[in-house]
T-cell receptor, first 116, second 112 residues
Framework: ETGVTQTPRHLVMGMTNKKSLKCEQH?????MYWYKQSAKKPLELMFV???????ENNSVPSRFSPECPNSSHLFLHLHTLQPEDSALYLC???????????????FGPGTRLTVL | GQQVMQIPQYQHVQEGEDFTTYCNSS?????IQWYKQRPGGHPVFLIQ?????EVKKQKRLTFQFGEAKKNSSLHITATQTTDVGTYFC????????????FGSGTRLSIRP
């Protein structure tokens, strides 16, 4: 257990559905991240939040909508997804975005998403 | 765009043999981190390198950061079956603390 939890662990949805992924960290960190991990592709950084403010949007399609109500919680709202969006979605947190050891990322177990 | 290239993509070794994976960035990095992901698991932090030319060791693992802070390597001496997994480097750009780029990973498998 890394102190970062994600729910649900598995999700199957149709292209017209709306669903949300949830991430919670119990480490007192201030920075949170969403990553997409597809087969045979590198981990892709999607969004970064620092002290609840979005600091990075890595050209992610608008069908993915993040929300960070506080430093402990991060959501990824999904709507009208495509089959190619099927992947493992990983959440991570770090103490902050500093350039020392404080930016070590702790990953959650991920949500395995399948879009039919 | 900015990239971090990692090679090789796969490495299959006999238990006891050495293993090395290399990362090369198209741009200067602020720091580089290494993560290990076991099959079916999530990335777990191994180490961070910050200084130019830095070398760090963790038991059988040796990590290096290049003088120009654009490349890095991870070397495992005398591999064991517990070393199986995918090793990723992750570079944080000097120009933006939020910008992190992961290498594509090297998947290590081991013949007992």
């Amino acid at each position: 257990e890394t102190g970062v939890t994600q729910t649900p662990r598995h999700l199957v949805m149709g292209m017209t559905n709306k669903k949300s992924l949830k991430c919670e960290q119990h480490l007192g960190h201030n920075a949170m991240y969403w990553y997409k991990q597809s087969a045979k592709k590198p981990l892709e950084l999607m969004f970064v939040y620092n002290f609840k403010e979005q600091t990075e949007n890595n050209s992610v399609p608008s069908r993915f909508s993040p929300e960070c109500p506080n430093s402990s919680h991060l959501f990824l709202h999904l709507h009208t997804l495509q089959p190619e969006d099927s992947a493992l979605y990983l959440c991570a947190s770090s103490q902050d975005l500093g350039r020392g050891l404080t930016d070590t990322q702790y990953f959650g177990p991920g949500t395995r998403l399948t879009v039919l | 765009g900015q990239q971090v290239m990692q090679i090789p993509q796969y490495q299959h070794v006999q238990e006891g043999e050495d293993f090395t994976t290399y990362c090369n960035s198209s741009t200067t990095l602020s720091n580089i981190q290494w993560y290990k992901q076991r099959p079916g698991g999530h990335p777990v932090f191994l180490i961070q390198l910050v200084k130019s030319g830095e070398v760090k060791k963790q038991k059988r693992l040796t990590f290096q950061f290049g003088e120009a802070k654009k490349n890095s390597s991870l070397h495992i001496t005398a591999t064991q079956t517990t070393d199986v997994g995918t090793y990723f480097c992750a570079g944080r750009l000097r120009s933006s603390a939020s910008k992190i780029i992961f290498g594509s990973g090297t998947r290590l498998s081991i013949r007992p």
